[in-house]
């Protein structure tokens, strides 16, 4: 059994070496543990320090394209140098890798292909109050659009066995965190989470430069789910959020106008009839995102079965 180690780096010269020193050689359970950097376009020494620290893979982008593009690379990438096991953590060792025995462990006694490392969140001093409240409202949500009980679902420290890692795709280009649980909740995978450790910041977060920016980014994933993931629940409560309305608005002018005074409340059946027909174009374009979502998990279940037949060396028929 292999288990590769990924850290996805963006001009992590100044943390990284920190990180690698508490990267484990040997894990309990597996034959031998190797390191992958992923290096998304750095322009200082992030690739210098990682051969310096005896790196044992590194995945160079040609530009910077982002955290979710280079934890796919890493992915793809570790799967190729013939990982069992991959483990997700950060280059500004924001998690304690001592814990990463505890993340592989329900992999290896197979009740689970997917774990998540589950931060204590009410009890990181660092994390603002309102971070801590849109963390936990992430949590929720994935919660409810993957059928899932992940309870930090914005942790990147995760365990993801051979099989799963195949099969994930992500399409947002901001974060893999969401999208991937959601991802692995409606393909079945089995997941979990165990609490985990977390170290002091080291620097500033790359992603939350400020807690309005934050809430920008966490309400465009949340919403940006909503319409990939369920479609046609999303827009058909639009749907119904508008109709409702006009439809009451209509019944009241057809009460208006049975009693005789219909002439002068003409006005409640131009926006009945409007609102209805927002409504039903809000359910049409549900239809047409639902057959769009279908059509993107039929591309990545595609993905995924010539990544499995290039790994085992097979042909498709």
């Excluded at 080291?202 to 949340?222: A, H, N």
Aim: charged share 20%.
């Amino acid at each position: 059994m292999k288990l590769i180690i990924q850290i996805p780096c963006y001009n992590e010269e100044a943390t990284l070496p920190e990180t690698l020193a508490d990267l484990p050689r040997e894990v309990p359970g597996f034959d031998k543990v190797e390191w992958l950097i992923i290096d998304d376009g750095s322009t200082d020494r992030t690739v210098e320090v990682a051969e310096e620290h005896g790196v044992d893979h590194i995945v160079r982008q040609s530009h910077n394209q982002g955290l979710a593009v280079a934890f796919l690379s890493g992915l793809e990438a570790a799967l190729r140098a013939g990982a069992d096991v991959i483990v997700n953590t950060d280059g500004d060792n924001q998690y304690a890798a001592r814990c990463i025995p505890d993340l592989t462990q329900p992999i290896l006694d197979r009740r689970a292909q997917f774990v998540i490392g589950a931060r204590p969140i009410s009890t990181i001093e660092h994390f603002s109050l309102v971070k801590r409240m849109l963390q936990k409202l992430g949590s929720w949500v994935v919660r409810q659009a993957s059928g899932t009980k992940i309870d930090d679902a914005p942790s990147g420290f995760r365990a993801i066995h051979r099989d799963s890692a195949i099969k994930l795709y992500v399409f947002d280009r901001y974060t893999y965190t969401l999208e991937t649980i959601i991802q692995a909740g409606r393909l079945g995978i089995p997941m979990m989470s165990v609490p985990i450790e977390v170290n002091d910041p080291t620097r500033e977060s790359r992603l939350i430069r400020s807690i309005p920016q934050y809430i920008r980014r966490s309400v465009k994933t949340i919403l940006r789910i909503a319409v990939l993931y369920r479609p046609l629940r999303f827009f058909t409560w639009l749907s119904i959020v508008s109709a409702l309305p006009g439809a009451l608005a209509f019944l009241r002018f057809l009460y208006l106008y049975a009693a005789g005074q219909g002439d002068g409340h003409i006005q409640s059946l131009v926006i009945g009839s409007a609102l209805i027909g927002v409504g039903a174009i809000f359910f049409v374009a549900g239809l047409i995102a639902d057959l769009v979502a279908a059509n993107r998990v039929l591309s990545a279940d595609i993905r995924g079965r010539l990544l499995r037949a290039e790994l085992d060396g097979t042909k498709l028929e």
